[in-house]
């Protein structure tokens, strides 16, 4: 019986074998793409098992697979096909190009996802749309290229001229910018060489930011850097050259305009014509051109370019097997300054120099195990005049043109108070032979990640553990001197020979260095799991993370910083038609006491994709729609001033100055208090919402993005105000502040590849977020409208404009009863013809700091961003244009935009003398007289000079022609670009009085500027 039963289960044993061997199957195929290229590294999968291969180099593949299931191809940017095996040993496949663009893979905090399971607000951009721009800094690029996100450039200066970015506006009264991450780790990213970027994903709600737990409120930029492909070497080299020049420069008035002024503001102020400081000679002598005893210099001209050059030259090299893949790249960009070479002992002038390099290497140690080493770094070289930040553009804003004659037979030539009696500001006296910093930065940065799949526990399951250094080391060099100046004048007695007299001596050069280091290390380690069950697909992650900054500055700079938490996600979606993300952190953070140091910060989303749904299918215009919703708590570790403010109350011991009772001289000792502690101190906590619709039509052809987002921001830390004037101590930050934010934004697409030759994209964006501060503690007021409550944050204040008096009244003249008796209120005595009128708010009968009330939009980010993205190619041309745009914002005009010779005897703005009140401009004066006198009315902060600074702009436009030939492939060359592009090229805004982007404050700044730039690009 054990042997007829062995021989019966030996016989299904081989029939079972039989079975199995003519169920299994051997397939193999190409997978190529439209235009018949070869496809490398396809995923392969059989469905029914979830077993896989990649294509390798010339792509081919080749897998086993039972009878009768279906294979599975997929690949970046193409669209996914499934292919049922039948009969045939052979399936080659042609993948097309996705135009739903469902299958795009997009970062996000600590993974990926594809762009159709994302149920949460992410805006992505492509290093190839970046390259389009030819800024130095990538930051200045992302302007209306994306929504959610303002880029504001303040300045043109090399070396500093990245834009403050801000994601969705403003929501709290701190620090507002966001959290930037470079491959995974925190660090900046303004100088890295676009040619090295891959990607940028902006992260807007929170459960796209709750992972970053403390640090996540503001918003989340990712920045991932290129990496190698298997296949054949490719190697990339181009350089370009380009010229920069100020988008707007005033004009300021010459010395003849500048005399007549001077002398109509002397007499308006009641003086005697007879002291007026400009006579009749030198008014001609003006007029005739100016000499050297009254000059008329056009100070602009005679210390700026015309033009200054940047330059920008890259190598890149990428490629490498199925086992090793590599990209590497080098870079040098140049950008030179727009101040002339007066000086022949100093470099003075601005430069800046940076060389970037990359190395990134994967290497798969086993089937299973694969290690990447991201190796990145630069060195930024800045040359900058001495005295630069402390006016130097102020200076040459304020120059007079009469102030100096330049530089004359090598000597520094001013204008002589015993010719002119003027105070001058000569322009060269900001920087002219007073030396230069030369400052040198080294950034490296180093990961290693270590990623093992773990499938022989379970399929799906990996484990990952990343470590990161970073460092950089600053050295300052210092050269600081003073030149030899003279002054013109004539010989005495003899009014015919000009003489030059010494006022200044050369001082000797002095030499300084200084040095500056910062290192910090990052580790994480992490499981996560990914994997389908039939119609069910779910996921997770469980991660470990923390950072140690060395030298973290202020009054503990030995103490490092230290963050770490833990992070956790799980997501599932059926049928990739309901999808459900649940995302939390779990921070630590320094800067608050132990109970409450760590905390806990979850979201939920979902989606739903509606052009799933059996009801949807006969919508023939409808590709793709997806609802998605999300919810959650982010929080704010930010804090303003000193770390550690939970610390104890401090105070100093003073060794005297009390005394006690009356005529007694005896000092006694005593302590003072400084800064009392808030044991209670914790983060502010942003409660987000976000609802989003996407929707593809004809045939993916025209794409529509909306999101609507509600946020309220609530702990944050302010300084308090209401207390009593006998408190003499510091007082700290507490958690009182709030603030609301809402919004929307929108995005149009139209991509269409009309034929083989020819493609055409468009691109619309809007963005509007409006902030309101709900509670700031402040002193009580009698009028609503005086509060920063209730208004945006950064909303300017002042005095509403009604015109210009007419007549000569006293102000301040009432009858025996009180009454006023001319019908305008008090503006403290005499006003005179062409002088302001402001509406008295409150009905008091009187202009004070009761009548001021907000006035334009916040000056620190605009509410409504715009963007127009075009793009054509057919066959090797290509053209491509960025149109962004602003609105709802507001500059307050430093003084000397707004007061005639800076209020005292300073230069003045053409504008300014064009548009002031005179009798004869009454009825179309912009401004008011001249006038010294009435400079404390003229010139309060009102409507008249807080400004709209609303624009659109030419941002970019690049015209390129790419140019193939056999003869190139005999020489190794794939194919030649040439392109043509400019930056910042064309400004439309009725803002006039600089760029409508910057914000040059009281010192000034170096101005804004545009790019014309050619470029040449070689590919191998």
Request: glycine content about 10%; overall charge negative; proline content about 4%.
């Amino acid at each position: 019986m054990k042997k007829v039963l062995g021989t019966l289960i030996f016989a299904l044993l081989l029939l079972s074998a039989g079975i199995t061997a003519q169920a299994q199957r051997t397939i193999s195929g190409v997978v190529t793409d439209d235009a018949g290229n070869l496809l490398p590294g396809v995923t392969v999968l059989v469905v029914e098992s979830n077993v896989g291969v990649v294509t390798n180099l010339d792509g081919e593949y080749t897998i086993r697979a039972i009878q009768g299931s279906t294979l599975q191809f997929s690949f970046v940017g193409m669209s996914t096909q499934q292919v049922p095996m039948g009969d045939q040993t052979t399936i080659n496949v042609k993948l097309l190009e996705d135009a739903i663009g469902l299958e795009e893979v997009v970062v996000i905090g600590y993974g990926e996802k594809t762009k159709v399971t994302i149920t949460g607000a992410v805006s992505t951009i492509t290093g190839e749309d970046l390259l389009r721009s030819p800024v130095t800094s990538v930051t200045n690029s992302l302007a209306g290229k994306i929504t959610g996100i303002s880029a504001v450039q303040n300045t043109g200066q090399p070396g500093q001229d990245e834009a403050a970015l801000f994601i969705r506006g403003i929501a709290t009264l701190n620090d507002a910018t966001p959290l930037t991450i470079v491959d995974g780790v925190e660090r900046p990213f303004a100088q890295i060489d676009v040619e090295e970027i891959e990607s940028i994903s902006i992260l807007k709600d929170a459960s796209a930011t709750a992972v970053y737990g403390v640090r996540g409120a503001n918003g989340v930029i990712i920045v991932t850097t290129k990496r190698g492909e298997a296949g054949k070497a490719k190697i990339s080299l181009s350089t370009s050259t380009g010229f920069q020049e100020p988008t707007m420069m005033l004009d300021k008035a010459n010395s003849e305009i500048f005399a007549l002024g001077h002398n109509e503001r002397n007499i308006n102020d009641g003086n005697d014509p007879a002291t007026n400081v400009f006579t009749d000679e030198m008014l001609q002598a003006f007029r005739d051109g100016g000499n050297i005893i009254y000059p008329d210099m056009d100070w602009y001209s005679y210390l700026f370019k015309d033009y200054a050059l940047q330059t920008k030259t890259n190598l890149t090299m990428s490629g490498g097997t199925e086992r090793v893949r590599y990209f590497t790249a080098i870079g040098y960009t140049n950008q030179g300054g727009q101040l002339k070479d007066l000086d022949p002992r100093f470099d003075q002038n601005f430069n800046f120099n940076r060389y970037n390099y990359r190395s990134n290497l994967d290497i798969d140690i086993t089937e299973s195990t694969l290690l990447k080493l991201t190796l990145g770094g630069r060195t930024e070289i800045r040359n900058a005049p001495k005295e630069r930040d402390s006016g130097m553009w102020k200076e040459a804003n304020w120059a007079q043109p009469m102030a100096g004659s330049g530089i004359v037979d090598e000597k520094w030539i001013s204008t002589s108070q015993d010719n002119i009696t003027l105070e001058f500001r000569d322009p060269l006296t900001g920087f002219y032979g007073k030396g230069y910093d030369n400052q040198t930065r080294n950034y490296l940065d180093l990961d290693i990640d270590l990623i093992q799949k773990l499938d022989f526990i379970t399929p799906g399951l990996r484990a990952k553990v990343k470590g990161s250094y970073n460092t950089n080391y600053t050295h300052t060099k210092s050269i600081a001197s003073s030149p030899d100046r003279y002054e013109a004048i004539y010989m005495p007695g003899d009014s015919t020979q000009i003489v030059y007299k010494k006022i200044g001596d050369e001082g000797k050069i002095n030499y300084s260095e200084s040095t500056g280091k910062a290192r910090n290390w990052y580790m994480e380690a992490s499981l996560d799991y990914n994997r389908r069950f039939g119609n069910h697909e779910v996921g997770g992650l469980l991660l470990y993370n923390q950072r140690v900054v060395h030298y973290a500055g202020g009054g503990f700079n030995g103490i490092p910083r230290t963050v770490l938490g833990l992070v956790a996600r799980m997501t599932y979606n059926y049928k990739t038609k309901y999808l459900l993300d649940l995302n939390m952190g779990y921070n630590g953070s320094e800067n608050f006491p132990v109970e409450q140091r760590f905390g806990f910060f979850p979201s939920a989303s979902a989606g739903w994709i509606l052009s799933e749904e059996d009801f949807m299918q006969n919508v023939g215009f409808l590709d793709y729609i997806k609802i998605r919703g999300s919810y959650g708590v982010v929080g704010n570790d930010r804090l303003p001033g000193e770390r550690f403010l939970y610390l104890p109350d401090s105070w100093t011991a003073e060794t005297g100055g009390y005394n006690f009772g009356i005529d007694n001289p005896l000092n006694q000792p005593g302590a003072l208090e400084n800064l009392i502690g808030n044991p209670y101190v914790t983060w502010e906590t942003a409660v987000k919402q976000n609802y989003g619709l996407d929707l593809k039509v004809f045939n993916g052809k025209l794409s529509l993005s909306a999101d609507y987002f509600r946020e309220y921001r609530k702990d944050i830390l302010i300084q308090m105000n209401t207390i009593p004037e006998y408190v003499a101590a510091e007082l700290p930050a507490v958690n009182l502040g709030e603030v609301k934010n809402q919004g929307y934004e929108l995005e149009l697409r139209w991509h269409q590849k009309i034929n083989k030759d020819m493609l055409l994209r468009i691109g619309a964006n809007m963005s509007y977020a409006r902030n309101e501060i709900m509670f700031w503690d402040e002193i009580p007021q009698p009028h609503d409208y005086l509060y920063q409550t209730g208004n945006p944050v950064g909303q300017p204040f002042g005095y509403i404009f009604e015109g210009f008096f007419t007549d000569t009244i006293n102000t301040s003249e009432v009858d025996v009863d009180g009454n006023d008796v001319d019908g305008y209120a008090d503006q403290a005595g005499f006003r005179y013809p062409g002088d302001v009128i402001y509406e008295d708010l409150n009905g008091d009968n009187k202009i004070d700091d009761l009548d001021r009330r907000p006035v334009g939009h916040s000056t620190i980010v605009p509410e409504y961003n715009f963007g127009l993205n075009l793009y054509f190619k057919w066959k090797g041309f290509d053209i491509s244009a960025t149109v962004s745009g602003v609105k709802n914002t507001s500059r307050i005009l430093p003084s000397y935009f707004r007061e005639p010779f800076g209020g005292q005897n300073r230069g003045l703005f053409t504008y300014l003398y064009d548009g002031r009140w005179t009798e004869e401009t009454a009825n179309t004066a912009i401004y008011p007289r001249f006038s010294m006198a009435s400079g404390d009315n003229n010139y309060r902060n009102s409507d008249l000079w807080i400004v709209d600074a609303s624009y659109i702009r030419l941002k970019n436009v690049e015209v390129g022609y790419t140019i193939t030939s056999p003869l190139f492939q005999q020489m190794g060359l794939s194919n030649i670009r040439i392109y043509v592009n400019g930056y910042n090229l064309f400004t439309w805004s009725d803002f006039s009085y600089f760029d409508p982007e910057s914000r040059p404050g009281s010192s000034g700044l170096y101005p804004m500027t545009k790019l014309y730039n050619v470029g040449l690009k070689f590919n191998f």
